[in-house]
């Protein structure tokens, strides 16, 4: 069974502009969520899908938002990048929604640099 | 404001038993305790969950005491290979964000 993909695995942006990044679950799972990783911070949660509906939100400003598909892939955006929005975005799916029992699995997530 | 502490790094050697404990003192009553592994340039991998006392499974046995405010991750004669950073993931009690300590930087020593 494949594993959880993320595209791209690298980008470079500007301060100001917006960027998309895509995930796609395994086969069959239904939840993905979302987290920054930074040297400084470690690894902050963003947000959490389940079919079609955010589930949970973390402690991020409205620059970022995101999305999940019928197909269960799902998008993040983040607008009006900021140095520090440079990061490792890790993308995690699992079976269900994270209420009790639950494995995630992490894609190799995409590494955003913002200039 | 909630937090999830472990230990910045950790040395051991190889064959020895590794303890890594985490601290979580505000998790969510119905919440489990999760640990990871990630090794660099790659996303975290489960390693084993539990909700209260012990949880064993092929690499790895996790503890909890009574109070869940703390969880003890145990790794068995570690190996090079064993060599990578351990998060603990808890979610916090009101809020339920998902909430990873630090992470503990393991190195094993020939």
């Known amino acids: 069974k494949a594993g959880v993909t993320q595209t791209p695995r690298y980008l470079i942006k500007t301060r100001g502009q917006q960027v998309t990044l895509s995930c796609s679950p395994i086969?069959?799972?239904?939840?993905v969520s979302w987290y920054q990783q930074t040297p400084g911070q470690g690894l902050q949660f963003l947000f959490e899908y389940f079919s079609e509906t955010q589930r949970n939100k973390g402690n991020f400003p409205g620059r970022f938002s995101g999305r999940q598909f019928s197909n269960s892939r799902s998008e993040m955006n983040v607008s009006t990048l900021e140095l520090g929005d440079s990061a490792l975005y890790l993308c995690?799916?699992?079976?269900?929604?994270?209420?009790?029992?639950?494995?995630?699995?992490f894609g190799p997530g995409t590494r955003l640099t913002v200039l | 404001l909630a937090k999830t502490t472990q230990p910045i790094s950790m040395d051991s050697y190889e064959g020895q038993e590794v303890n890594i404990t985490c601290s979580h003192n505000n998790i969510a009553t119905n919440d489990y305790i999760t640990w990871y592994q990630q090794f660099p340039s790659q996303g975290p991998r489960f390693i084993i969950q539990?909700?209260?006392t012990k949880v064993t499974n092929e690499v790895a046995s996790l503890f909890i005491p009574a109070d869940r405010k703390s969880s003890t991750l145990s790794l068995p004669r570690v190996s090079l290979s064993d060599t990578a950073v351990y998060y603990c993931l808890v979610k916090v009690g009101g809020s339920y964000i998902p909430t990873f300590g630090r992470g503990t930087s393991l190195i094993v020593h020939p």
């Open positions: 086969s069959g799972h239904r939840s």
């Open positions: 539990g909700y209260k």
């Open positions: 995690a799916s699992s079976l269900v929604a994270g209420d009790t029992y639950n494995e995630q699995f």
